[in-house]
C-alpha cells in the first residue's frame, strides 16, 4: 500500500483516520460522528479509510462547476467532459460517451504512437550507427590514404635529394680529379 502523509481533520485538525469521497475531506472519527454523520446534506456520503483514499485525496475527482457532480462523460462535438446533468441539459443532442470509453480508446491511441515512435527511434539509432561506421570507415581511408601520399612525397624528396647529392659529389670528384692532374701537370713542368 502505499504511503500518504498524515492528514488533519477538517473541522478539528486532528489527525484524520477517514475521508468524505462526496465533500472530498479528511475526517477525524470523533468529527464524522458528531458532526459529519448527523447533518442532513452529508448523512448519505460516502466515507472511508483515508489509507484506502490513498492518491485522491491529492487527486481528486474532477467534478462540473455548474452542477457540482462528478464527470462521467466526454462530449466530442465540445471536446470537454460532462456530468450526467450536462448531458440532458446543455449538451441534450450532442455525441457523448463514458469518459473510462474514451480514455481506453486514448491510451490505445497512446501506446500505438510511442510504439511507432520507439520504432522510429530505432531506425534513427541504426542509421546513426552506420552513419557512425561509415564515417570511420572514411576516416581510416582518408587517414591510409593521407600516410600513403607522405611517403610518396617523402620517396619523390628522397630521390631528388640523392640525386642533388650524386651531382655534388660528382662535380666535387671532377673538381677534384682536374685540380689533382693540373697539380701534377704543374709539378712535372716546375720540375722540368
Not at 486532528?14 to 452529508?42: M, R
Not at 510511442?114 to 522510429?120: H, V
Not at 640523392?162 to 685540380?179: Q, V
Request: one cysteine or more; a positive charge; charged letters at 30%.
Amino acid at each position: 500500500m502505499a504511503q500518504i502523509p498524515s492528514r488533519t481533520c477538517t473541522f478539528c485538525s486532528k489527525i484524520a483516520e477517514l475521508y468524505c469521497y462526496d465533500c472530498k475531506q479528511c475526517l477525524c472519527t470523533q468529527c464524522q460522528n458528531n458532526i459529519h454523520g448527523i447533518v442532513a446534506v452529508c448523512r448519505d456520503h460516502k466515507v472511508g479509510d483515508i489509507h484506502k483514499a490513498g492518491n485522491r485525496i491529492y487527486k481528486p475527482v474532477p467534478t462540473c462547476e455548474v452542477h457540482n457532480k462528478e464527470f462521467l462523460y466526454y462530449c466530442s462535438k465540445c471536446d470537454c467532459l460532462t456530468c450526467k446533468e450536462c448531458v440532458t441539459s446543455s449538451h441534450n443532442g450532442h455525441i457523448t460517451k463514458e469518459i473510462k470509453n474514451i480514455a481506453d480508446i486514448r491510451r490505445k491511441d497512446v501506446s500505438q504512437i510511442i510504439n511507432k515512435l520507439k520504432t522510429k527511434v530505432e531506425k534513427i539509432k541504426e542509421t546513426l550507427k552506420i552513419i557512425d561506421e561509415s564515417h570511420s570507415l572514411q576516416i581510416l581511408s582518408d587517414c591510409d590514404s593521407y600516410i600513403s601520399n607522405v611517403e610518396k612525397t617523402y620517396q619523390e624528396i628522397r630521390q631528388i635529394i640523392d640525386r642533388y647529392k650524386l651531382i655534388n659529389i660528382t662535380t666535387a670528384t671532377d673538381f677534384r680529379e682536374i685540380e689533382e692532374q693540373d697539380l701534377k701537370e704543374n709539378v712535372f713542368l716546375s720540375t722540368t
